[in-house]
C-alpha cells in the first residue's frame, strides 16, 4: 500500500510543480486540444471493441491510448501531456470500466498515476536530448530519431518496472505482466504516437490519418484474442482438445504424405485427486499451470502440448522417430518430479512437491495409422504405466 500511495503522492506533486512551472503557448494549448479530441473519438469508436477485450480476459493488454499519450509527450510541455492522461484515461474508466465493474478506482487512480509517471520521463527525456541537438547542432535527420526513440525506450522501461513491482507486491507477477505479443503491440502504439507528433509539429491535418489504421490495428487484436480463446485452455493457456485435435491431424496428414514418423504423449497426473482434497481446488489449479509452464519449457516450439481436462495432459511430438519421443516422454516425466508448486490454502503458503505423472507413448506409424488408434493406444499405455506402479513411461504398439 505505501508502494502505490508513494507513486500516486510524488505524480501530484509533479503535477502540481509543472502546472505552475509551463508557460503554455497558444499552439500548445490547440495540438492538446486535436490529440484529446482525437483520443475521445478513437476510444468512442472502438468502444465496444474494447468492451469486449476486457470482457474475454482479465489479464492486461494494450488499450490503444498511448498513441496519444505518446504525441502528446513529444509536442505538449509536462503540464499538459499530464492532464491529456487524465482525461484520456478517466473517460476510459467512465465510458467502459466503470460500467462493466471491472477495475475499482483505486486501481485506475494507479495505472493513471504509472502513465503519468512514464509519461513525464518520456517527456524530460525528450527535452534533454532537443536541448542536446541545439546545444550541439547535431544533424536533426540523424539526432530527433535517435531521442525519439529514446525518449520512447525511457516511456516502456519505466512502465513496465512500475507494473512489476506492483506486481510483486500483490503476490502475482505472471498474472499481469504483458505477454511479448502485447509488448510488441505497445511498441507498435508509441510508434504511431511519434507519427502523430510529427505530424501535428509539421503538417497538423495528417494526424487524422493516424485514427483508421488505429481503429483497424485495434479491431485485428480483438479478432486475434478471440482466435486465440477459442483453442486455448484457459486455465493453462495449452491448446484445448478441438485444437490439440486439429493440430494431431494436420500433423498425421503431413507424416501420411513425407513417410515420416511423430509422437503422441498422455500425460496423467498421479494421484492429482490427493492434492485437491488435501490443499484445495485452488492449489489442484496452481499444479496445473505448473505442469503447463513446464511442458511449454521443456518442449521444441513446435511441439503442441494441450490440456484435456482434469489432470491429463496430450502432447503432440512432430517428424520425431520413436527414440527421441520416448527420451522427451522420459525426461517430462523426471521433470515432473522434480517440481514445487507453492500455492496459497485456508492456511497460508504450502509448497506442494513430490509430484508423478504416468506418461503413455504412441508413434506413428508403428502405434497405429488413424489419430484414434494413436490416442487409444497412448491411453492404454497410461493405463499400464498407472497399473505398474505409476510415476513411469510405457510404450505400446498395436
Same mark, same amino acid.
Given at each position: ?150 525518449? /520512447?525506450?525511457?516511456? #516502456?522501461?519505466?512502465?513496465? %518496472? +512500475?507494473? *512489476? $513491482? &506492483?506486481?510483486? !507486491? ?107 482434497? /488435501?490443499?484445495?481446488? #485452488?492449489?489442484?489449479?496452481? %499444479? +496445473?499451470? *505448473? $505442469? &503447463?509452464?513446464? !511442458? ?103
Amino acid at each position: 500500500m505505501r508502494f502505490f500511495l508513494t507513486i500516486e503522492l510524488a505524480v501530484a506533486a509533479l503535477t502540481v510543480f509543472f502546472a505552475f512551472r509551463d508557460h503554455v503557448t497558444t499552439k500548445q494549448w490547440w495540438q492538446f486540444g486535436v490529440l484529446c479530441g482525437l483520443a475521445l473519438l478513437q476510444a468512442e469508436a472502438s468502444r465496444k471493441i474494447e468492451k469486449v477485450r476486457r470482457l474475454i480476459t482479465n489479464a492486461p493488454h494494450v488499450n490503444m491510448t498511448s498513441v496519444w499519450v505518446f504525441g502528446g509527450v513529444l509536442v505538449l510541455p509536462h503540464s499538459l501531456a499530464g492532464l491529456l492522461v487524465i482525461l484520456v484515461y478517466g473517460h476510459l474508466w467512465l465510458r467502459i470500466q466503470r460500467k462493466m465493474g471491472t477495475r475499482p478506482v483505486h486501481r485506475v487512480v494507479f495505472s493513471t498515476s504509472m502513465i503519468m509517471l512514464s509519461a513525464y520521463a518520456a517527456a524530460g527525456t525528450y527535452v534533454v536530448g532537443r536541448t542536446l541537438q541545439e546545444t550541439y547542432a547535431w544533424p536533426t535527420h540523424i539526432s530527433t530519431p535517435i531521442v525519439i526513440a529514446v525518449a /520512447t525506450l525511457v516511456f #516502456l522501461i519505466v512502465n513496465n %518496472v +512500475l507494473v *512489476a $513491482i &506492483a506486481a510483486s !507486491l500483490h503476490g502475482r507477477p505472471s498474472h499481469v505482466m504483458l505477454s511479448w505479443s502485447d509488448f510488441a503491440l505497445e511498441i507498435a502504439t508509441l510508434c504511431l504516437g511519434a507519427l502523430a507528433a510529427l505530424a501535428l509539429d509539421s503538417v497538423p491535418y495528417l494526424i487524422v490519418l493516424i485514427l483508421p489504421p488505429l481503429l483497424v490495428l485495434h479491431r485485428a487484436v480483438l479478432v486475434k484474442q478471440l482466435e486465440e480463446l477459442a483453442i486455448t485452455d484457459q486455465k493453462t493457456g495449452l491448446l484445448n482438445a478441438t485444437a490439440w485435435h486439429e493440430a494431431a491431424r494436420n500433423e498425421l496428414s503431413r507424416a501420411t504424405r513425407q513417410e515420416s514418423s511423430f509422437g503422441v504423449l498422455m500425460v496423467d497426473l498421479d494421484y492429482f485427486k490427493r492434492v485437491n482434497d /488435501t490443499y484445495g481446488h #485452488l492449489a489442484g489449479d496452481e %499444479v +496445473l499451470k *505448473a $505442469i &503447463a509452464r513446464m !511442458l511449454k519449457d521443456e518442449l521444441r516450439d513446435y511441439d503442441a502440448p494441450g490440456r484435456f481436462g482434469g489432470e491429463e495432459f496430450a502432447v503432440l511430438i512432430p517428424d520425431s522417430k520413436a527414440a527421441d519421443v520416448v527420451t522427451t516422454a522420459e525426461r517430462l516425466r523426471k521433470r515432473v518430479t522434480e517440481l514445487e508448486v507453492l500455492a496459497h490454502t485456508e492456511n497460508g503458503e504450502t509448497l506442494i512437491k513430490n509430484l508423478s505423472a504416468s506418461i503413455g507413448v504412441a508413434i506413428y506409424p508403428s502405434s497405429g495409422t488413424t489419430l484414434e488408434q494413436l490416442m487409444l493406444t497412448a491411453d492404454s499405455a497410461v493405463y499400464t504405466a498407472k497399473s505398474n506402479g505409476r510415476n513411469q513411461v510405457v510404450t505400446l504398439s498395436t
